[in-house]
């Protein structure tokens, strides 16, 4: 039974840090979206094909903070 919860708690904390790191990859959408950027679709589209190389991920982030 033991076995079982600690089993079921590494799950969960492993579920935690996957939604944290999906919330920190799409960190430019989600600021494009909440200042109501025009080019949200772009920005979202950019940082979903490139966002795993850190330059598509900057240039991402600048785009969503600078427009």
Same mark, same amino acid.
């Given at each position: 039974?033991? &076995?079982? !919860?600690?089993? +079921?708690?590494?799950?969960?904390?492993?579920? /935690? +840090?996957?939604?944290? /790191?999906?919330?920190?990859?799409?960190?430019? @959408?989600?600021?494009?979206?909440?200042?109501?950027?025009? &080019?949200? +679709?772009?920005?979202?589209?950019? &940082?979903?094909? @490139?966002? !795993? @190389?850190?330059?598509? #991920?900057?240039?991402?982030?600048? #785009?969503?903070?600078?427009?």
């Amino acid at each position: 039974m033991q &076995n079982i !919860w600690g089993g +079921l708690i590494v799950l969960s904390l492993l579920f /935690c +840090l996957f939604i944290f /790191c999906l919330g920190l990859y799409f960190l430019p @959408t989600i600021i494009a979206a909440v200042r109501g950027n025009i &080019n949200i +679709l772009a920005i979202f589209l950019l &940082n979903f094909f @490139t966002g !795993w @190389t850190f330059v598509g #991920w900057i240039a991402s982030l600048i #785009w969503a903070v600078i427009i």
